[in-house]
């Protein structure tokens, strides 16, 4: 299966920074990526799609300039989080589909001060 | 929808004794596949049950599929302290993942 690289795995910040987090596909050619938040003992929302060399498909609800998606690459992907808030507090996980599965990345939790 | 939705929301056993989630659905499906999380960690994948299936065993993971019902169980034996997590469901219907609030088991020792 394949190998996903997640970083960091914890950051904190003082509101109104952005922040930015990386996924990299270690051994697998990655055209999409998907990107998950969690809130504590809830479900993974999926917040959007990242397709290499085009723009990401953002879910409904979720706003794109709030949370930036940038794929350029087949082994990369980045979720920038802008001018963070409390509320953006929260556990983001990145995945790779391969053989009809999802490889998830090791997550980034993200404490907004 | 189509994410699935686990029942029950947690889940408490003996180690030794055997654990069973279910999942129910609302769309038709490709595979319906399950992922389980430890705390704080990303998912990892269990098994895929392709819609032509009605069970499949992977060392001590059970599962079956009814399509009729849209409901999935997933079974785990023999269970072990190590098995405490989270379990979710995916019902696969393209490219997108959905999930639930998942199962949380927690095995005593």
């Known amino acids: 299966g394949a190998v996903v690289s997640q970083h960091p795995s914890r950051v904190i910040c003082k509101s109104g920074t952005s922040v930015k987090i990386e996924c990299r596909s270690l051994?697998?050619?990655?055209?999409?990526m998907f990107w998950y938040r969690q809130f504590p003992k809830q479900s993974l929302m999926l917040m959007a799609t990242?397709?290499?060399?085009?723009?990401?498909?953002?879910e409904q609800g979720v706003e794109k300039d709030k949370f930036l998606i940038n794929h350029a690459s087949l082994t990369l992907s980045t979720l920038t989080v802008t001018s963070a808030h409390p509320e953006d507090s929260s556990f983001y996980i990145c995945?790779?589909?391969?053989?009809?599965?999802?490889?998830f990345g090791s997550g980034t939790q993200l404490s907004v001060l | 929808s189509q994410q699935g939705e686990e029942d029950p929301q947690a889940l408490s056993i003996q180690e030794g004794e055997n654990a069973t989630m279910n999942c129910s659905y609302k769309?038709?499906?490709?595979?319906l596949q399950w992922y389980r999380q430890n705390s704080g960690r990303g998912l990892v994948h269990l098994i895929l049950i392709r819609s032509n299936e009605r069970e499949k065993h992977s060392g001590r993971l059970r599962v079956t599929l009814d399509t009729s019902k849209k409901s999935s169980s997933l079974l785990i034996t023999a269970s072990r302290a190590a098995d405490t997590a989270s379990y979710f469901c995916a019902p696969n219907t393209g490219n997108q993942f959905y999930f639930g609030t998942g199962t949380s088991l927690t095995v005593i020792p």
């Open positions: 990242s397709n290499e060399g085009s723009k990401a498909t953002y």
């Open positions: 051994d697998f050619q990655a055209t999409t």
């Open positions: 769309t038709s499906i490709n595979n």
């Open positions: 995945s790779v589909r391969g053989n009809e599965k999802l490889f």
